[in-house]
């Protein structure tokens, strides 16, 4: 997918890819040398950044795209359209990891990720794409 295309939802996604590679400047990755930065889209337009923080215990760290969806949930958003995630890969695009996935999983199945290169291309799908036959809040009987 071209960067500068804008979907089904209206978004701009060269604009969301933007931001998530200007996030990704910020991000603290002093041990792996892997900078990752994602920009989440709400439902209601606004668009809020994030990007991997790590830790000297490694299971204390925090994936940009969980970063950027937790900032989200503390500022009171919940529905999202859309998040695009930016690293320094070049040939491939950077896809979530199974943590995030499923993460993404608890706000919907419908919302899209887009995934990118270096040089702003990326790669779209969905949630349920990206998790199928996946286990969310549907799942969980109170």
Known sequence: MAAN??????????TLIMASMEAKKYAYCPYSKFPV???LQTENDAIITGCNVENACNNL???AERNAMAKAVSEGH?????????SNLDKE???P????RQFMREFGV?????????DGTCEAMTVGQL???SFGPDNVKN
Request: one cysteine or more; aromatic letters at 10%.
């Open 5 to 14: 295309q804008t979907t089904e939802y209206g978004i701009d996604v060269k």
């Open 37 to 39: 930065g994602a920009a």
């Open 61 to 63: 760290g925090i994936c």
């Open 78 to 86: 919940t529905r999202f359209k859309a998040i695009a995630i930016a």
């Open 93 to 95: 695009p950077i896809t």
């Open 97 to 100: 990891c199974g943590g995030c």
């Open 110 to 118: 419908k919302w899209t990720v887009y995934m990118t290169r270096t």
């Open 131 to 133: 998790l199928p036959e």
